[in-house]
C-alpha cells in the first residue's frame, strides 16, 4: 500500500531524514500493522534499500520494540533467495528500525486484482514460498501470518519471476501483557483469519509448520480460482467457514482445471493437522508437476533443506511450535526432532543387521542340511561302478585265459605276488587274487573301505564340477 502524507505525518518520518545516521529516506513505500517502510539511500555507497520504522504508537510498550527487533534476528538467519534480506538494524533516537534489500515488483495482493494467475503461474509463485519457507522452518521460526501480501514478486536478472516471503515473524503468538490491553487488541488478535488454520483460530500459542502449510493453501486456491477459499460478511462468518466448511474444488469453476490442483487443495486444506501435508516438502512434491520447467527440482531442494528424505515425515506429526521466552516468532524443538529421528535410524540399522545375519545363515545352513542324503547316494554310485569295472575286467581276464597266454590282470592285492605265468595258470596267491576280486564285487561299504582310489563318476551336467563323494558339499 503506497504511504500517503498523513502517513508520513504519523509515521513521524519525512523525506530527508535520515535513520541509522548513514541511511536517508527519499520516499515512502508503505504501512502495515507494526510500522512503516520507506526507500533509503546509503550516505556512503548510494544504494538504495528499504528502511522499516516501529509504528509509533508501539514505542512505549517494551514487548512490542522486543518483537520487531526479533523479527530483525529471525529474518537475518534465511540466506536463501525466496526471503527477504535483512542488512542491517537498530534503535535510532527511540525508534527501532530494520535496513532490508528494496524489492522491485509487487506482491500477490496487487497481482489478485487483476484476477486469476492460471495453473502454472500460482504452481510455480507457491512452490518458490516453499522454498523460503523451508529454510525458514528449518530455522525452528513458524511464520503463522502468510498471505497474498506477504508474498512479494519481483524478477531475477534474467527476468524469470522471483517470489520473496516478507514479515516472517511479526505480530505472531505475542504473550500478552495485562498492562497493556492496546497492545493485545492490535497485535495478539486472530491475525488474517482468511489464511489461517482452523488449529491457530482455536490457539494461536501452539501451532507448528502445517499452519504455514494451510496458509500456503489458501493462497493457492486464490490464485487459481481468483477469490479466497473462504469467506463472509463478518469476522464470525469467516471463522465458522475456516472451522467447519470446505470449499469448493477449483474444478467447479472451470472444468478445465486439472484434477491434480483439487488434490493439492484437500491436502492442504485438510481440517486436521494429522490428515494435512506434513510440511512445505511434501506439499512442493506436488505443486513441481504443474510448474513448468522453472518448477524443476524445486522439491528436492526443499526436501534437502528441511532434512533429506528422513524428515519430519519419519514421525507421527510434526514437533509442535511454542512461544519464543522473548515474545518472538513461535519454535518447535529441534533437538527433539534430532533425536527421534535419530533414533529411527538406529531402529532401521539393526532391522537391517538382523535380516543380513539371518540371509547368511540360511544361505550356509540350506546346503548342510542335505548333506548326509547326498553323501549316501555317492557312495552308492561310486559302489555300483566299482563293481561293474571289476566285473568287467574279470570276464576279460577269462577271455584271455582261454584264447592266448596273455598276462593277468590285477585287481588288489600285491603286484608281485600276484604276477600270473605265461600259460594262464593261477598266481601263487589266488586266495589273495580271489578275495580281491570279492571285494570288488562286494558291498558299498565294503567298497568303501577299499585302500584303492574310487573311480570318480563324470562331471556333474548341473554345476559343471567333478562329483567328490567325500565333500558333504556335494
Known amino acids: 500500500m503506497t504511504a500517503s502524507a498523513a502517513d508520513a505525518s504519523e509515521a513521524h518520518v519525512a523525506i530527508g531524514d535520515r535513520v541509522g545516521g548513514d541511511y536517508r529516506i527519499t520516499r515512502l513505500i508503505g504501512r502495515g500493522g507494526m510500522g512503516f517502510v520507506a526507500e533509503a539511500i546509503h550516505g556512503t555507497h548510494g544504494g538504495k534499500v528499504a528502511v522499516k520504522v516501529l509504528h509509533p504508537r508501539h514505542l512505549e510498550n517494551k514487548e512490542a520494540v522486543a518483537r520487531f527487533m526479533y523479527e530483525g534476528r529471525a529474518a537475518s538467519q534465511v540466506r536463501g533467495e525466496h526471503a527477504v534480506r535483512v542488512h542491517d538494524m537498530g534503535i535510532d533516537e527511540g525508534r527501532p528500525y530494520l535496513v532490508m534489500e528494496l524489492l522491485e515488483g509487487e506482491d500477490l495482493s496487487a497481482l489478485l486484482e487483476r484476477g486469476p494467475v492460471g495453473v502454472e503461474g500460482a504452481a510455480l509463485y507457491i512452490l518458490q514460498a516453499c522454498e523460503g519457507m523451508a529454510e525458514v522452518h528449518s530455522h525452528g521460526i513458524v511464520h503463522r501470518d502468510l498471505k497474498p501480501s506477504n508474498l512479494f514478486l519481483t524478477w531475477r536478472p534474467d527476468r524469470t519471476p522471483l517470489i520473496k516471503v516478507l514479515d516472517f515473524g511479526i505480530a505472531k503468538g505475542m504473550t500478552v501483557d495485562p498492562g497493556a490491553p492496546a497492545l493485545t487488541q492490535t497485535l495478539v488478535g486472530l491475525g488474517t483469519p482468511l489464511y489461517m488454520s482452523p488449529e491457530q483460530i482455536r490457539s494461536s500459542r501452539e501451532v507448528d509448520a502445517r499452519a504455514d502449510v494451510w496458509s500456503l493453501g489458501t493462497i493457492f486456491y486464490e490464485l487459481i480460482v481468483g477469490q479466497p477459499a473462504f469467506g463472509g460478511a463478518t469476522l464470525t462468518q469467516i471463522t465458522a467457514q475456516v472451522l467447519e466448511s470446505n470449499p469448493p474444488l477449483p474444478s467447479t469453476f472451470d472444468p478445465s482445471i486439472p484434477r491434480a490442483v483439487d488434490d493439492i487443495v484437500q491436502a492442504a486444506l485438510a481440517k486436521n493437522p494429522d490428515a494435512r501435508l506434513v510440511d512445505v516438502a511434501a506439499l512442493a512434491s506436488m505443486l513441481e508437476p504443474l510448474a513448468g520447467l522453472a518448477g524443476v527440482g524445486a522439491a528436492a531442494r526443499c526436501a534437502r533443506i528441511l532434512g533429506g528424505a528422513m524428515r519430519s515425515d519419519m514421525m507421527s506429526s510434526p514437533p509442535v511450535a511454542r512461544d519464543d521466552p522473548a515474545g518472538g516468532t513461535q519454535r518447535f524443538d529441534r533437538q527433539k526432532r534430532t533425536r527421534r529421528l535419530r533414533a529411527a535410524v538406529a531402529v532401521v540399522g539393526v532391522a537391517a543387521v538382523v535380516l543380513v545375519a539371518a540371509a547368511i545363515s540360511v544361505y ?88 584303492e582310489a574310487p573311480t570318480p563318476p563324470p562331471p556333474s551336467t548341473a554345476t559343471g564340477k567333478a562329483w567328490n563323494p567325500y565333500d558333504e558339499r556335494n
Do not use: C, H, Y
Not at 561302478?385 to 566285473?391: G, Q, Y
Not at 600270473?420 to 570279492?438: C, K, M
Open 364 to 451: 550356509r545352513d540350506g546346503p548342510r542340511a542335505a548333506s548326509p542324503q547326498l553323501a549316501k547316494r555317492g557312495i552308492e554310485m561310486q559302489a555300483t561302478r566299482a563293481a561293474l569295472f571289476a566285473a568287467t575286467k574279470l570276464d576279460a581276464e577269462r577271455e584271455a585265459d582261454t584264447d592266448t597266454a596273455a598276462p593277468a590282470v590285477v585287481l588288489g592285492g600285491d603286484a608281485d605276488s600276484a604276477t600270473a605265468t605265461a600259460s594262464g595258470a593261477l598266481p601263487a596267491n589266488s586266495a589273495s587274487w580271489n578275495a580281491d576280486a570279492r571285494r570288488a564285487a562286494g558291498s558299498p561299504s565294503t567298497v568303501a573301505a577299499s585302500t
